[in-house]
Nanobody, 121 residues
Framework: VQLVESGGGLVQAGGSLRLSCAAS????????MGWFRQVPGKEREFVGS????????DYTASVKGRFTISRDNNKNTAYLQMNSLKPEDTANYFC???????????????WGQGTQVTVSS
């Protein structure tokens, strides 16, 4: 599976963005999908993930209640809805596909190229 993110951009604090992760190839519905983010000079960090059937999600504490992950297996696409954005959410956001739950950086089998999110104060 190959992954392509889109939907990043510049938004004011308190605003919203929805990122998309479009997958090409086979068996998208069998993969756990995750979202990660990275700021220059820092390690990539886990944001959240969703099971292959979409029934369960997990988030890092700093985004709980503000971010929502979903997926549409008919469209081979995963989403990250980001609300109440804060300047500290500024990062390059990556989607990843994995085969284990919860998805971890070392367990991802495929990564997208990333999409930049910038939140102004």
């Amino acid at each position: 599976v190959q992954l392509v993110e889109s939907g990043g951009g510049l938004v004011q604090a308190g605003g919203s963005l929805r990122l998309s992760c479009a997958a090409s190839g086979r068996n998208f519905e069998k993969y756990v999908m995750g979202w990660f983010r990275q700021v220059p000079g820092k390690e990539r960090e886990f944001v959240g993930s969703i099971t292959s059937d979409g029934h369960m999600t997990d988030y890092t504490a700093s985004v709980k209640g503000r971010f929502t992950i979903s997926r549409d297996n008919n469209k081979n696409t995963a989403y990250l809805q980001m609300n109440s954005l804060k300047p500290e959410d500024t990062a390059n956001y990556f989607c990843a596909a994995g085969v284990t739950w919860p998805i971890q950086i070392g367990g991802a089998v495929e990564w997208g190229q990333g999409t930049q999110v910038t939140v102004s104060s």
